[in-house]
């Protein structure tokens, strides 16, 4: 069974996060969890894959055990399945925030070895998947859900996820803790990100905590507030945002052409 809705009235919570940091380094994985306000059945548990540095998270509502996994890896399926497995929850939705360039989604892989799990992307990824959302849709698990909001940008299917309920949001590649997804290949356009960021992103309360899908130089998370005073490409005017976008020269993807044709169907080929 799952569940999607359109945007209810809802007040915002103000739940602030209270951020702890547990790490552990186990070969090429490493694990952060975020401990929430005492009294919250909020679970939320952050994972990391150091060959694309991409984070992985898992939520769950530690009353009816049902839980979503945002932005699984492929080589961490069996990781991430015993996981959820050992925690005893049951999980409901294996979700991508867009159609990856640098690494093979694990979201096909988990639903073998979690039978009744159910893909989830944006539809306007042009990616198969079991289900997929449009903005403005909301993913719910127990008593929580995420809103999905449409961020293109970098690509056209980019969607934020957002909790208001915990004042967290997930961005993807969309923002960055200090930078921003790249524009230069699948749909990229610059314009289309800075709008995306400063009308869907930059407008969440200022305390809101972000939750990047990659961090390059060992950060886990970051706020609207600072990005807003501290990114140094999306704080510019949109013509100087433009210009830095389309002289970044980067180097060609090293993934690209065999993560995203395996994305287009899921990470199964």
Do not use: W
């Amino acid at each position: 069974m799952y569940r999607f809705s359109m945007i209810p009235k809802m007040s915002l919570s103000t739940l602030k996060i209270v951020e702890t940091l547990l790490v552990s380094n186990t070969g090429k994985a490493r694990c952060m969890s975020t401990g929430m306000q005492k009294g919250s059945d909020f679970f939320f548990r952050q994972l990391f894959d150091t060959v694309s540095s991409t984070y992985t998270y898992l939520l769950g509502d530690m009353k009816t055990r049902e839980a979503v996994l945002i932005d699984p890896v492929l080589e961490h399926a069996e990781r991430d399945a015993a996981l959820i497995k050992e925690l005893g929850f049951n999980l409901l939705y294996a979700m991508n925030t867009h159609m990856h360039a640098d690494h093979i989604t694990g979201t096909g892989k988990l639903k073998s070895l979690i039978p009744g799990s159910r893909s989830v992307i944006g539809k306007s990824s042009g990616a198969k998947a079991d289900l997929h959302i449009v903005d403005g849709d909301l993913v719910c698990f127990g008593s929580y859900q995420l809103l999905a909001t449409a961020t293109p940008g970098h690509t056209n299917g980019c969607l934020t996820y957002i909790c208001h309920d915990q004042g967290i949001a997930f961005t993807g590649d969309t923002l960055l803790i200090r930078g921003c997804g790249r524009t230069d290949f699948q749909e990229g356009s610059p314009e289309s990100l800075y709008n995306s960021v400063h009308t869907k992103i930059f407008t969440l309360p200022d305390h809101y905590t972000l939750y990047p899908a990659h961090d390059y130089k060992g950060q886990t998370a970051t706020t609207v507030d600072e990005e807003k005073k501290y990114n140094p490409r999306l704080t510019k005017p949109l013509k100087e945002f433009v210009h830095i976008m389309e002289n970044l020269n980067l180097p060609y993807p090293k993934m690209i052409d065999k993560a995203v044709p395996a994305n287009r169907v899921c990470g199964i080929y």
